[in-house]
Nanobody, 121 residues
Framework: VQLQASGGGLVQPGGSLRLSCAAS????????IAWFRQAPGKEREWVSC????????FYEDSVKGRFTISQNNAKTTTYLQMNSLKPEDTAVYSC???????????????WGQGTQVTVSS
């Protein structure tokens, strides 16, 4: 499966952005899509994941209540709606696909390129 992330940009603290991850190719087996982020000088961090099979969504604690992951009806695009953004959310955000949701980077089989999110006044 090929993944294409988009939607990043510059936003002020408290603002919102919606990221998109478009999937193409053999999507049938990799039924979990996750978002990760990596800030300068820091390790990659798992942010959220959604399971195609049952629609369950999972979030890292620091984004709970602010970020929402969802998919279109065809399950070919996964969104990350980010509200109440903080400067510490600044990072390159990437999407990845796996057989199931997990916060373990190693299980993800396919990765999209990153999109930069900058939260600054």
């Amino acid at each position: 499966v090929q993944l294409q992330a988009s939607g990043g940009g510059l936003v002020q603290p408290g603002g919102s952005l919606r990221l998109s991850c478009a999937a193409s190719g053999h999507t049938r087996d990799l039924t979990a899509i996750a978002w990760f982020r990596q800030a300068p000088g820091k390790e990659r961090e798992w942010v959220s994941c959604i399971s195609d099979s049952d629609g369950r969504a999972f979030y890292e604690d620091s984004v709970k209540g602010r970020f929402t992951i969802s998919q279109n009806n065809a399950k070919t695009t996964t969104y990350l709606q980010m509200n109440s953004l903080k400067p510490e959310d600044t990072a390159v955000y990437s999407c990845a696909a796996a057989y199931y949701c997990s916060n373990l980077t190693r299980i993800y089989r396919s990765w999209g390129q990153g999109t930069q999110v900058t939260v600054s006044s």
